[in-house]
């Protein structure tokens, strides 16, 4: 293994410190609770917005912390749920008079220390939700979930509550936007090199250099098959009709698209894939009204990509093109 790392076990808080260090005006790290949080927080006169999850999917989530997204992250370690106090903690760092809605993808780990915290800062008298996000078309009820996993898609849930917190919405309000955001979003990923967290120091799983894992999740989970490398026309197929019919997305809609990077994978290539997609759904009329092209969701060094589609309309499109300022200047 080949890494950037000191202790492996201290990658994570180097890498938040190093994170807070480069935006001083904008964001402040809490190394106890290995927390995240925008410098001005809390807002009483909005609802705070908290995402949580395992490190290693840079630049989600730590790195969407900012005006019109999210107002804090809690990091656990690569992989891993964070725990239940640090969740609290950042509730109560973020505690708002309209409230504090906490975002976490659908993985057994983090639901279960989400939902101990809401209960938790609950009974402390902080007026909190949860949204789960399940955007993953790839498996549903597996060792890792129960439904289907939240994957890249978090972005758009994110970017939409966001936009409505800035614009002073209510928590009942945000909500609902979150569930419509979450319900109009389907993703599908694949894998050509699996992901090496810096604590085991090999590849998560073993696979051949002519072999692909379809379906692949975020932590290196299995997909929906292993099968032999074909071209990148027919991988954009596989993942685009496996998405299509599922919500279904039909001719005359327009949509979103995201192809996103896995952690490995140059942009030239998610470039290429991205117009594979555009001539696709082109040819399905299905038009393209917000486009993103890039390293959104990871899993860490993987080589692979997953490509996300949305259902737009009035309301989704004009909060997903609201001005955002975050570290990692994407939207």
Same mark, same amino acid.
Do not use: W
């Given at each position: ?8 076990? +201290? ?12 935006? @001083? ?13 925008? +410098?001005?927080?809390? !807002? ?12 290693? !999917? ?24 964070? @725990? ?17 809605l906490l975002l976490v993808n659908n993985y057994t780990g983090d639901k279960m220390a989400f ?17 789960? *996000? ?28 966001? +936009? ?6 209510? &928590?009942?309000?945000?909500?609902? #936007?979150?569930?419509?955001?979450? +319900? ?8 050509l090199t699996a992901c090496t967290p810096p604590a085991k120091g090999t590849p998560l799983f ?11 999740? #975020? ?27 599922? &919500? ?29 997609? !555009? ?8 038009? *393209? ?35 955002? !300022? ?6």
């Open positions: 293994m080949k890494k950037f790392i000191n202790d492996p076990q +201290a990658f994570v808080p180097e890498m938040l410190q190093g994170l807070a260090l480069a935006n @001083p005006d904008t964001l402040t790290y809490v190394p106890e609770f290995n927390l995240i949080l925008r +410098a001005d927080a809390p !807002h009483h006169d909005r609802v705070s917005i908290i995402q949580g999850s395992g490190s290693g !999917h840079e630049p989600a989530h730590v790195m969407l912390v900012g005006d019109g997204m999210l107002d804090g992250a809690c990091p656990g370690d690569v992989f891993a749920a964070p @725990p239940t106090e640090y969740v609290l903690e950042a509730a109560r760092r973020l505690a708002s008079d309209k409230g504090v939902e101990m915290a809401e209960e938790l800062a609950d009974a402390e008298g902080i007026k909190v939700r949860t949204l789960f *996000i399940n955007d993953d078309v790839a498996v549903e009820d597996s060792l890792y979930t129960i439904g289907r996993r939240g994957v890249a898609g978090n972005f758009f849930v994110i970017k939409a509550v966001g +936009a409505a917190a800035a614009a002073g919405a209510d &928590l009942d309000e945000i909500v609902r #936007i979150g569930e419509k955001v979450n +319900a109009a979003t389907r993703t599908m990923g694949v894998a073993d696979i051949g250099d002519d072999e692909m894992e379809v379906g692949v999740g #975020i932590h290196g989970e299995p997909g929906r098959r292993r099968t032999t490398m074909t071209s990148a026309n027919e991988i954009v197929d596989e993942l685009l009709e496996a998405i299509i019919p599922d &919500l279904p997305f039909s001719s005359g809609d327009d949509v979103a698209l995201m192809v996103n990077g896995l952690g490995g994978t140059p942009i030239s290539e998610l470039y290429l894939l991205y117009g594979i997609a !555009h001539a696709r759904l082109a040819e399905k009329g299905i038009s *393209i009204g917000r486009n993103y092209v890039g390293s959104y969701c990871t899993a860490l060094d993987m080589v692979g990509t997953s490509v996300t589609l949305v259902k737009l309309d009035d309301e989704i499109r004009s909060l997903l093109e609201a001005p955002a !300022h975050i570290p990692v200047r994407i939207f």
